[in-house]
């Protein structure tokens, strides 16, 4: 038996039928916090992220329109919870200085490992806008399409935001000696 698509879970929700959206929140609830995860960095404030996003999107699900991608309508409903958590958070330089102070542990860690971290730390002090573009494309793995219809910009905003995205990266990762 195959699974109903989005599109036919949605009306049944609105048709009253509640665990249709608990299949779309099983469907949905691992990509909605890694995305979340990849902005905040913060694994408790991803899955409040996650819960308030799909809270919306029940209290929305009349407003969601069915000629675009559900994962879209629900990915920018979590990206810009997220954003607004971020602004609602200290500032980012704060949490830069919070990060640059944390001590190696007595074991040395591999190249591995401390490329990662350059790198998280180097996506962090990306701009939101910015880090979330990187996020979208290199962790979600979405077309630039897709990340159009979540960001609600056009294609071409999309492509120029992550090359500059991209062009900071690398200017920080190789700053640091990451590169």
Request: with cysteine.
């Amino acid at each position: 038996m195959t699974e109903p698509d989005d599109a036919t879970l949605v009306r049944s929700c609105l048709e009253g039928d509640q665990s249709a959206f608990a299949q779309l929140v099983v469907r949905y609830q691992r990509p909605v916090y890694n995305a979340a995860l990849r902005v905040l960095h913060e694994p408790a404030d991803a899955m409040d992220i996650a819960q308030s996003t799909f809270l919306k999107a029940y209290e929305h699900l009349a407003t969601y329109d069915p000629s675009f991608k559900f994962y879209s309508w629900i990915y920018r409903i979590a990206i810009n919870e997220s954003l607004d958590t971020l602004n609602s958070r200290k500032s980012l330089s704060e949490i830069d200085h919070e990060r640059a102070d944390e001590a190696p542990g007595p074991d040395r860690q591999v190249e591995g490992q401390q490329a990662r971290r350059a790198l998280e730390d180097a996506l962090m002090r990306l701009t939101p806008e910015l880090r979330t573009v990187i996020v979208l494309r290199h962790f979600m793995h979405l077309s630039y399409e897709d990340m159009g219809d979540i960001l609600l910009l056009p294609v071409k905003t999309v492509k120029s935001r992550l090359y500059s995205a991209r062009q900071v990266l690398r200017d920080r990762l190789a700053a640091c000696g990451a590169v």
